[in-house]
C-alpha cells in the first residue's frame, strides 16, 4: 500500500501547492481511465454499465485523492467540496472521450447503414 500511496504522490506531486489543483488532475486522470475502460468494453458498456463504471471509477478517484495522495478534504471545504468541485469536469471529459473513442469502434456496418439512413433523411426533407 505504501508504494502506490508513493507512486501517486509522486505523480501529483506536481500540484502539491494547491489541493484543488491536485485533485483536478487526480480526477481527470480517472475519468480518461474510465473512458478507456468504457470504450475499451464496445457494445457490452454501451449502456447502463458504462455509467456505472464511469461513477465507479469517480469514486475510486475520490479514494484516491483522499487516502493515496493525502489531500485532506477540509483543505478542499470539505467532503461535499471534494465530491463536487470537480464533478461536471469529469462527467464533460469521461462523456466525451468515451464518445469519440466508441464513434471509432463501431462497425464499419453500422456507419454504412447510418450513412444511408442519413442520406435517406435529406432526400426526405
Same mark, same amino acid.
Given at each position: 500500500m *505504501? &508504494? #502506490? *500511496?508513493? %507512486?501517486?504522490q509522486r505523480i501529483f506531486s506536481r500540484w502539491s !501547492? !494547491?489541493?484543488n489543483d491536485q *485533485? =483536478? =488532475?487526480v480526477?481527470? &486522470?480517472f475519468a480518461l481511465i474510465s473512458a478507456l475502460v468504457c /470504450? /475499451? @468494453?464496445g457494445q457490452a458498456f454501451a449502456g447502463t454499465r458504462g455509467l456505472? %463504471? @464511469?461513477?465507479? %471509477? =469517480?469514486a475510486l478517484s475520490l479514494y484516491v485523492v483522499v487516502y493515496l495522495v493525502g489531500i485532506d478534504p477540509e483543505d478542499l471545504g @470539505?467532503? *461535499?467540496k471534494l465530491v463536487t468541485n470537480t464533478l461536471p469536469s469529469y462527467l464533460l471529459l469521461w #462523456?466525451? %472521450?468515451? &464518445? #469519440?473513442?466508441y464513434a471509432f469502434t463501431l462497425p464499419p456496418e453500422v456507419l454504412d447503414t447510418l450513412a444511408a439512413w442519413g442520406t435517406r433523411m435529406a432526400l426526405i426533407s
Open positions: *505504501q &508504494t #502506490v *500511496q508513493n %507512486i501517486f !501547492d !494547491d489541493p *485533485q =483536478y =488532475y480526477k481527470m &486522470t /470504450a /475499451a @468494453g456505472m %463504471i @464511469g461513477l465507479l %471509477i =469517480y @470539505g467532503r *461535499q #462523456v466525451l %472521450i468515451w &464518445t #469519440v473513442l
